[in-house]
């Protein structure tokens, strides 16, 4: 059974860092494009960005709004995806989501359950 | 990259049939045939229901369906249930980048 558990959520002030971590399990994590997905307190849906696989180079996009700002990464050897947040803001408070994206596709077919940032004062 | 634009609501009764559009541009939705939709119920992850335009993956019924015509993707769902009552959100490839629309609340009467 594919399983995406993400971590390391919390409260922290604007300005601040955290990391957080996604663990994989049930499939290949290796073989995956892996994204992050946040979504502001009742608001829609926003990717975050993309780590590519090892074949692919293990390249990154970032949405424009985190560049520079955010970093993902990630851990073949521990099936574990990973996003750092820096220099963060009011406006990044959201609940944050891993996403499995398919093998030879550009869909998210698996999602984990999300972890929430709250970013204030 | 803009988000893409979705009704804020649509409603439909029992067995009815709904259709929720999804407008973009031709740097994603009328550049590519990569549109997914996505079900989010009130506290719960996203999930998949359609992916590259119009598949559907297993186990989702085949009440729904998607299409696409220049930079508008449609989902239609059909013989509306109670449990389909949800947000949905459509999502495009965009190049380097993935741009979801604002989100459909689905009221089923």
């Known amino acids: 059974e594919v399983q995406l558990v993400e971590s390391g959520g919390g409260l922290v002030q604007p300005g601040g860092s955290l990391r ?102 | 990259q803009s988000a893409l634009t979705q009704p804020r609501s649509v409603s439909g009764s029992p067995g009815q049939s709904v259709t929720i559009s999804c407008t973009g541009t031709s740097s994603d939705v009328g550049g590519y045939n990569y549109v997914s939709w996505y079900q989010q119920h009130p506290g719960k992850a996203p999930k998949l229901m359609i992916y590259d335009v119009s598949k559907r993956p297993s186990g989702v019924p085949d009440r729904f369906s998607g299409s696409k015509s220049g930079n508008t993707a449609s989902l239609t769902i059909s013989g509306l249930q109670a449990e389909d009552e949800a947000d949905y959100y459509c999502c495009s490839y965009a190049g380097s980048s993935v741009v979801f629309g604002g989100g459909t609340k689905l009221t089923v009467l």
């Open chain 1, 20 to 121: 957080l971590s996604c663990a994989a399990s049930g499939f290949t994590f290796s073989d995956h494009y892996m994204d992050w997905v946040r979504q502001a307190p009742g608001k829609g849906l926003e990717w975050v960005g993309r780590t590519r696989n090892k074949a692919n180079s293990y390249t990154t996009e970032y949405a424009a709004s985190v560049k520079g700002r955010f970093t993902i990464s990630r851990d073949d050897s521990k099936n574990s995806l990973y996003l750092q947040m820096n220099s963060l803001k009011t406006e990044d408070t959201a609940v944050y989501y891993c996403a499995r994206v398919a093998v030879g596709a550009l869909h998210f077919d698996y999602w984990g359950q999300g972890t929430l940032v709250t970013v204030s004062s």
